[in-house]
């Protein structure tokens, strides 16, 4: 996928990112673990410009999320990077503040009252 630059000049081929390995392109990082795939990604509006020496993957990325809310898993789709390497990224750019990312509570388990509430109701049909 070829996305516009800042200047809405059209991104250059990514033909040269295909032949390298996620871990090249991550300098051997891995994810903190603090973003999943269903992690929401957004440009930070306030956030300062990237620095000159980011990533073209990191530039595309931020790029992408000015655009709208997406997932870490939809930015891989589009990035057409493993969604590992979309993971770094991601973590970089939060912790740096350019974008922001929103996780969805983890579901909690129902608590016993209401379980023994269900059960009680089932038994008396």
């Known amino acids: 996928m070829r996305l516009p630059d800042d200047t809405g000049e059209p991104a250059a081929p990514r033909d040269d990112d295909a032949a390298l390995r996620p871990f090249v392109l991550t300098s051997g990082r891995a994810a903190h673990g603090d973003l999943a795939l269903d992690t929401l990604l957004r440009a930070d509006p306030t956030g300062s410009p990237l620095a000159v020496a980011a990533a073209p993957q990191a530039r595309a990325l931020l790029r992408l999320c000015r655009g709208g809310t997406l997932s870490v898993a939809e930015a891989a789709a ?3 990077l493993p969604v590992s390497v979309v993971l770094v990224l991601a973590d970089d750019l939060v ?8 996780s969805e509570p983890p579901p909690t388990a129902p608590g016993t009252d ?10 008396a049909l």
Request: aromatic share 0%; proline share 0%; charged share 25%.
């Open 114 to 123: 209401l379980l023994q509430k269900v059960l009680d109701g089932l038994n």
């Open 78 to 80: 589009h990035l057409e």
């Open 95 to 102: 912790a740096s503040h350019h974008l922001r990312a929103r």
